[in-house]
């Protein structure tokens, strides 16, 4: 019997967040907080309709997922995000212990890969899961700004 809950039944998931911000007219990035194979936190970007600069995917999902276990440490907990963190996300990241990262496409310009892995040393990364899918939204996205 294979496993239902893989990384990318869970990237999809966050994938379907991304989707939620596409059609709200936000940066389409969609994050998912998994604990013990349940969706504990999820988020997308929210910084055009909270006029807030940290009202990043990647942010509501850690304080959704927080908020869930009544704490602030996320070491048991995988987060899957269809973009690669920034610095920003990956220090929220960092502080909060994730135990393992999952993201899909990759942010060659503002990624937290570029300025080296600020992640905290025990952190699993995973990285390319569904890349192809998530750069597509990202594509689409910028080609319908591009159009306006």
Known sequence: MT???TDEYFMKQALIEAQKAFDS???PVG???VCENKIIG???NLTEQLNDVTAHAEMQAITAAANYLGGKYLNECTMYVTLEP???CGGAIFWSQLGKLVFGASD???G???VGNALHPKTEIVHGVLANEASELMKTFFKKIREK
């Open 31 to 33: 994050c998912v907080v």
């Open 42 to 44: 999820k988020g997308y």
């Open 108 to 110: 060659d310009i503002r």
């Open 3 to 5: 496993d239902l809950f």
């Open 86 to 88: 920034c610095v920003m």
């Open 25 to 27: 007219d936000e940066i």
């Open 112 to 114: 937290f890969v570029k």
